[in-house]
């Protein structure tokens, strides 16, 4: 072949290329010059209008994590101690993000480097301004942890009481027990509080995989992951097993719904490959989490009933897993549980009733309770409006994501799972609300797999004017602004200082095995270190008139619920700032009571005070009190 020849040949294939680029990398649309499908080449005024935005929003939130002070919180938590840069930053960032998200034609890159910058400033700064981890539930983990590392095992029977469950479902702590391992930190303390920047992190991939699935407009994608990400306030991505089995569960959703796109051709085959590939992750949904197997189940029996992913083999698979390991390793905790599940089965009201010292008091639990219900509502009512003003192609190509945003309110049927459905159903519905809220914003646009021919008149093109240009910068910057006290407005009661994390772990490194700690609630640091061989007594988790015994005549009521520990065992008393806040906060008894419980405690003769610091206090029981030899 010579020269002029392969001139030609290398001009026809640009030629082809640039005929076939999409608009910004889509299927059917021209590109602008000197960019690959996909790719923007940014030039000077580029990285000064994308990239500036996003550089000072983060710098604004390095000088804002650098001057917070945390030593005394008050009762509207971190929101209220986050210096004015935070917020500016937090503008900013938003005000950029829409002014790169809302031309189609943009690079992914860049709406993928503001949303990492959105993460950084929701879920690093708690990482960053407080020295210790947050969330006395994520220590209770590490606890089991830390046995499962030192024992070998987790172990079963009744001496391990309400801990033996962990035990059933161990996936996540086996899997967090091996990082320990491998990384040579000396406990999963070391890296928990980063936790829910990471699972935030991963969670992007299936969310970028569902919403690519029903539509080929970028801004739509993105805007979709940036409303997920401000409306996710629940808090289920702290170091827990539900917030590794959502993410699983994200992914499993996303590939079974991408491969429903699969042409009929060989599309038998492919499903059983694709089916052997995510056993592993179904797998590790049922031993690591009880409800998310069961919302799985049912959002995958619903697709193949609709009709839009009739492959029923991954259904029947993890139905077989999930029925396998609850006849045999979770079998224990079933035979206690089922009767309450069967008296709780259709009871709507009281499966979502919050239930007692969960119902915010004080004008700070308030204002975080309202600032959740506000953005939740309006991601609701966006949600709804999108699946209007998207247009019907999208309406009924997302049918699937309709479908799935319905499904989890059935779970309140079901069981009121420890007070905490609601809670799990506004999280399971997110994904899927965040996509249409997200159309609410935006011009129509075509679903993916619409044709290029029907597409031509319809080709995404940059949102301008009042409408398309400014009220949704407007709206996104208060749903990013609300998410501050939605999530971070309670740390009053989930942030235990130094002090307090000392006080906690000096008391159960030092207490004789057989012991007792009594405490009003177990929020504190710890609660559960060495949970095989000391026993725990939350008083505020007893009926009413106990409580309100304890109250009248602590220091007497008290010193006779701790008096049958055995020697060599001791009883302890543990108060902690903490458990002051949380009582407060949730409505179980005023700080004033507290206090005098506390006080009663320590005037009365029947205890001494071991230690005590700037966060509590721990009284010993004397032997002389009657306590069992």
């Known amino acids: 072949m010579d020269q002029p020849t392969m001139g030609l040949s290398v001009a026809g294939l640009r030629a082809a290329v640039a005929a076939a680029a999409p608009a910004g990398g889509e299927p059917g649309g021209p590109r602008r010059p000197g960019r690959l499908p996909g790719v923007e080449i940014p030039d000077r005024r580029t990285l000064i209008t994308l990239g500036g935005p996003l550089a000072v929003a983060l710098l604004l939130w390095a ?80 606890a089991v942890i830390e046995h499962l590392i030192d024992a070998g095992r987790l172990q079963r029977g009744p001496e391990l009481a309400e801990m033996a469950v962990y035990d059933q479902w161990p996936g996540f702590f086996a899997a967090q027990a091996a990082v320990v391992k491998l990384t040579g930190a000396e406990n999963a303390l070391a890296f928990m509080a980063w936790w829910p920047l990471l699972s935030s992190l991963l969670m992007v991939l299936p969310l970028l995989l569902i919403y690519r699935t029903f ?74 989490h009880q409800l998310t197997p069961v919302m799985l189940v049912v959002s995958l029996a619903a697709l193949c009933v609709m009709g839009r992913y009739r492959d029923w083999t991954l ?52 204002f975080a309770s309202w600032a959740a219900r506000i953005l939740s509502a309006l991601v609701v009512l966006l949600a709804a409006a999108g699946v209007f003003l998207g247009g019907k192609p999208l309406r009924t190509r997302a049918r699937p994501l309709l479908l ?18 609601i809670f799990r159903v506004l999280m399971f519905m997110l994904p899927f609300l965040a996509f249409f809220a997200a159309a609410a914003l935006l011009p129509v646009t075509r679903a993916a797999g619409t044709s290029r021919a029907a597409a031509g008149a319809d080709r995404p093109r940059p949102a301008t004017g009042v409408r398309y240009a400014l009220v949704p910068a407007v709206v996104l910057t208060v749903l990013t602004a609300l998410f501050v ?145």
């Open 63 to 142: 000088i804002a994590v650098a001057t917070v002070d945390v030593s005394d919180l008050s009762a509207f938590g971190l929101t209220k101690e986050l210096p004015l840069v935070y917020w500016l930053g937090l503008a900013v960032l938003t005000g950029g993000f829409w002014h790169c998200v809302r031309d189609p034609l943009r690079s992914n890159l860049w709406p993928l480097a503001y949303t990492v910058g959105l993460l950084v400033f929701e879920r690093a700064t708690q990482a960053v301004v407080y020295p210790t981890p947050l969330y006395a539930w994520a220590w209770k983990h590490d």
């Open 215 to 288: 539509t080929q407009d970028r801004r739509l994608v993105w805007t979709g992951v940036w409303i997920f990400s401000v409306a996710n306030w629940v808090g289920q991505d702290y170091f827990s097993p539900q917030s590794m089995a959502f993410l699983l569960y994200l992914g499993v959703i996303a590939v079974a719904l991408r491969r429903a796109e699969a042409p009929a051709p060989g599309r038998r085959a492919r499903q059983i490959v694709w089916t052997a590939l995510l056993v592993p992750l179904i797998a590790a949904i049922v031993v690591s």
């Open 315 to 366: 259904v029947i698979v993890l139905v077989l897993v999930f029925a396998a390991w609850n006849l045999t390793a979770s079998l224990p905790f079933l035979r206690e549980a089922v009767p309450d599940m069967i008296k709780s089965f259709g009871d709507v009201s009281s499966n979502l009733e919050r239930g007692y010292g969960s119902v915010p008091t004080g004008s700070g639990a308030l």
């Open 404 to 421: 799935l945003a319905g499904v989890p309110p059935l779970l309140a049927i079901a069981n009121g799972y420890g007070s905490e459905m």
């Open 485 to 629: 006290p939605s999530y971070m407005g309670k740390d009053r009661l989930s942030y235990f200082p130094p002090d307090e994390v000392k006080l906690v772990k000096d008391l159960l490194r030092t207490a004789p095995k057989g012991s007792m700690v009594v405490a009003a609630h177990r929020n504190y640091p710890a609660a559960y270190d060495r949970y095989w061989d000391v026993s725990h007594y939350w008083f505020l988790d007893d009926a009413r008139f106990h409580v309100d015994q304890i109250v009248k005549e602590p220091a007497k009521t008290l010193a006779s619920d701790m008096s049958g520990v055995r020697a060599p065992g001791e009883a302890y008393f543990l108060y902690t700032r903490a458990q002051v806040a949380n009582s407060e906060m949730n409505g179980l008894l005023t700080v004033e009571q507290m206090q005098s419980i506390e006080k009663d405690v320590a005037a009365s003769p029947l205890f001494e005070k071991v230690a005590s610091n700037s966060a509590g206090a721990v009284y010993r029981l004397k032997s002389s009190a009657g306590r069992a030899s």
